[in-house]
T-cell receptor, first 111, second 113 residues
Framework: GDSVTQMEGPVTLSEEAFLTINCTYT??????LFWYVQYPGEGLQLLLK?????DKGSNKGFEATYRKETTSFHLEKGSVQVSDSAVYFC??????????FGKGTRLHILP | KAGVTQTPRYLIKTRGQQVTLSCSPI?????VSWYQQTPGQGLQFLFE???????NKGNFPGRFSGRQFSNSRSEMNVSTLELGDSALYLC????????????FGQGTRLTVV
């Protein structure tokens, strides 16, 4: 079945460092891909999405490109802030509209 | 536009009891999904309802059930609670065909003692 694998956390970085969180997927067909973010005590919020190969999703300085050849959707940000500390989930939505999530990566940004 | 509303936010129950959680989706959204989130297992899909019908189901025992009403509001029920059912239960609503984008509520934190 469909699945999402993302890098284990926690990831700890200093403010203004470059961020990459790796995400790969297995799916039949052409899924839509998402990154969600969960701040402490809250539900998940959509951060960005891409619906077809080579699409780039971007929001709040974060970017991810849908790479069909490597089945990847890595999250990147050029300069992280303390306020980016959260848990990040990579996800896909397949033909049945069911969303499959990765296990999440906790990100800590140090001032 | 109001977001997804889950009630209650917090619950403490005793082993063996049952519990009902409620979710009101965004107006116009007819698909409602439920997830269980725990530190060990991450986010696990429970089930999805669309137009009052269960459309998808995850790998949870029959103690976990749900339903959806004609106004798209949904409830999930857990019977014969076990300690391992302690978790954050998240509800998400979406527009079918909208590339699967889901909008989440803040969740219900269930503690079983």
């Amino acid at each position: 079945g469909d699945s999402v694998t993302q890098m284990e956390g926690p990831v700890t970085l200093s403010e203004e460092a470059f961020l990459t969180i790796n995400c790969t997927y297995t799916a039949t067909g052409y899924p839509s891909l998402f990154w969600y973010v969960q701040y402490p005590g809250e539900g998940l919020q959509l951060l960005l999405k891409a619906t077809k190969a080579d699409d780039k999703g971007s929001n709040k300085g974060f970017e991810a490109t849908y790479r069909k050849e490597t089945t990847s959707f890595h999250l990147e940000k050029g300069s992280v802030q303390v306020s980016d500390s959260a848990v990040y989930f990579c996800a896909l939505s397949g033909r049945d509209d069911k969303i499959i999530f990765g296990k999440g990566t906790r990100l800590h940004i140090l001032p | 536009k109001a977001g997804v509303t889950q009630t209650p936010r917090y619950l403490i129950k005793t082993r063996g009891q049952q519990v009902t959680l409620s979710c009101s989706p965004i107006s116009g959204h007819r698909s409602v999904s439920w997830y269980q989130q725990t530190p060990g297992q991450g986010l696990q899909f429970l089930f999805e309802y669309f137009s009052e019908t269960q459309r998808n189901k995850g790998n949870f025992p029959g103690r976990f059930s749900g339903r959806q009403f004609s106004n798209s509001r949904s409830e999930m029920n857990v019977s014969t609670l076990e300690l391992g059912d302690s978790a954050l239960y998240l509800c998400a609503s979406s527009l079918v065909g909208a590339d699967g984008e889901a909008f989440f509520g803040q969740g219900t934190r269930l503690t079983v003692v």
